[in-house]
Nanobody
Framework: QVQLVESGGGVVQPGGSLRLSCAAS????????MAWYRQAPENEREWVAD???????VYADSVKGRFTISRDNAKNTVYLQMNSLKPEDTAVYYC????????????????WGQGIQVTVSS
């Protein structure tokens, strides 16, 4: 089985920064695309950014220039550096990963983390 565990959330003032981490563990052969999503109260979950196994990155317009997604393939970990945070960035942030697993059989599956709260408030 594979688990994604997020860390690094919390409360920050507008203009501040936070760094989220998401570590994948389990029967992993390879982590493919890894991504971050977020869901604000009463809103649909929305895509924030993703990073391919090649290192190529794509961002939502709402975070472009402020957020940076990166990864450490050796650690099966993805990061989200969030700068110049705004109140509208307040949400539960979810890690998402497409992973090639080895148990119980070789397959490619999508996994989600449990979510972590980010609150931007003065």
């Amino acid at each position: 089985q594979v688990q994604l565990v997020e860390s690094g959330g919390g409360v920050v003032q507008p203009g501040g920064s936070l760094r989220l981490s998401c570590a994948a563990s389990g029967s992993i052969f390879k982590t493919n695309t890894m991504a971050w999503y977020r869901q604000a109260p009463e809103n649909e979950r929305e895509w924030v950014a993703d990073i391919r196994s090649t290192g190529n990155t794509v961002y939502a317009d709402s975070v472009k220039g402020r957020f940076t997604i990166s990864r450490d393939n050796a650690k099966n970990t993805v990061y989200l550096q969030m700068n110049s945070l705004k109140p509208e960035d307040t949400a539960v942030y979810y890690c998402n990963a497409i992973i090639t697993i080895t148990q119980p059989e070789s397959a490619i599956r999508t996994y989600w983390g449990q979510g972590i709260q980010v609150t931007v408030s003065s």
